[in-house]
């Protein structure tokens, strides 16, 4: 089992290049002012050049509007958009015909009612991520740390390709995927020293844990065949 690694709330170079060397297949840029790791398109450029192909560029936007998302698409370039908002299919559908980039939708997960009405979102989105819900109190969406019942997820019929994200680190995100058996897993907090600040050893330890349980079915796997 192949499982996509992305990093995401990159904003030095130093966070992005752990990132890349430690072999993250996704590397995320926050465009949202409320965020500490918020980028101007000026930060956004210059990163984005530092990728140089050797990870998809995902921008996170939320329910941003389309001058906003002009400027992202000409200063960093994304392989996809991300959008943490309340985004509906049919503004998907605009955004696809305007920019012609793939889109992940992320949803907020804390029981089963939440993943009810999902099928929706096969219509013009490209993949889902679930995170846990933002506490009352919170100015920005996501799960800030925070963690749901990944069990949650064990049955899930998605009917599109998807992604765990909220409270994941390196010391539970190995438990998180033989729970869920996610093929992506998105993390921020999870690797930092202080908000907003990438820690560079966590996000190589975190990239490690995943690469083990890659490792390890697929040695189960061989030995299943033999």
Same mark, same amino acid.
């Given at each position: 089992?192949?499982?996509?690694?992305?990093?995401?709330?990159?904003?030095?170079?130093?966070?992005?290049?752990?990132?890349?060397?430690?072999?993250?297949?996704?590397? &995320?840029?926050?465009? *949202?002012?409320?965020?500490?790791?918020?980028?101007? *398109?000026?930060?956004?450029?210059?990163?984005?050049?530092? =990728?140089?192909?050797?990870?998809?560029?995902?921008?996170?936007?939320?329910?941003?509007?389309?001058?906003?998302?002009? &400027?992202?698409?000409?200063?960093?370039?994304?392989?996809?958009?991300?959008?943490?908002?309340?985004?509906?299919?049919?503004?998907? &559908?605009?955004?696809?015909?305007?920019? @012609?980039?793939?889109?992940?939708?992320?949803?907020?997960?804390?029981?089963?009612?939440?993943?009810?009405?999902?099928?929706? *979102?096969?219509?013009?989105?490209?993949?889902?991520?679930?995170?846990?819900?933002?506490?009352?109190?919170?100015?920005?969406? @996501? @799960?800030?740390?925070?963690? *749901?019942?990944?069990?949650?997820?064990?049955?899930?019929? +998605?009917?599109?390709?998807?992604?765990?994200?909220? @409270?994941?680190?390196?010391?539970? =995100?190995?438990?998180?995927?033989?729970?869920?058996?996610?093929?992506?897993?998105?993390?921020? +907090?999870?690797?930092?020293?202080?908000? &907003?600040?990438?820690?560079?050893?966590?996000?190589?330890?975190? =990239?490690?844990? =995943?690469?083990?349980?890659?490792?390890?079915?697929?040695?189960?796997?061989?030995?299943?065949?033999?």
């Amino acid at each position: 089992m192949s499982v996509t690694v992305k990093i995401c709330g990159l904003s030095t170079p130093e966070a992005l290049d752990a990132a890349l060397d430690a072999g993250a297949d996704m590397v &995320g840029f926050v465009f *949202f002012p409320p965020s500490p790791r918020h980028l101007t *398109f000026e930060m956004a450029r210059a990163l984005g050049r530092r =990728v140089r192909g050797r990870a998809q560029k995902v921008a996170l936007t939320v329910d941003a509007e389309d001058a906003l998302l002009e &400027g992202i698409v000409e200063a960093l370039q994304p392989d996809l958009l991300q959008l943490h908002g309340k985004e509906s299919p049919e503004r998907a &559908g605009e955004l696809k015909a305007r920019f @012609g980039l793939p889109l992940m939708k992320a949803i907020a997960v804390g029981t089963t009612a939440d993943l009810q009405n999902i099928s929706v *979102f096969t219509t013009n989105f490209d993949r889902l991520l679930f995170d846990a819900i933002a506490p009352g109190e919170a100015t920005r969406p @996501g @799960g800030l740390g925070a963690s *749901f019942d990944w069990r949650l997820l064990q049955s899930l019929e +998605s009917g599109l390709p998807w992604m765990l994200s909220g @409270g994941l680190n390196p010391d539970n =995100v190995m438990e998180a995927l033989r729970i869920t058996h996610a093929r992506g897993v998105d993390v921020s +907090s999870g690797v930092e020293r202080a908000p &907003g600040e990438k820690d560079p050893d966590k996000i190589r330890a975190f =990239v490690r844990m =995943v690469r083990a349980v890659e490792d390890h079915l697929h040695a189960s796997a061989i030995t299943s065949l033999a």
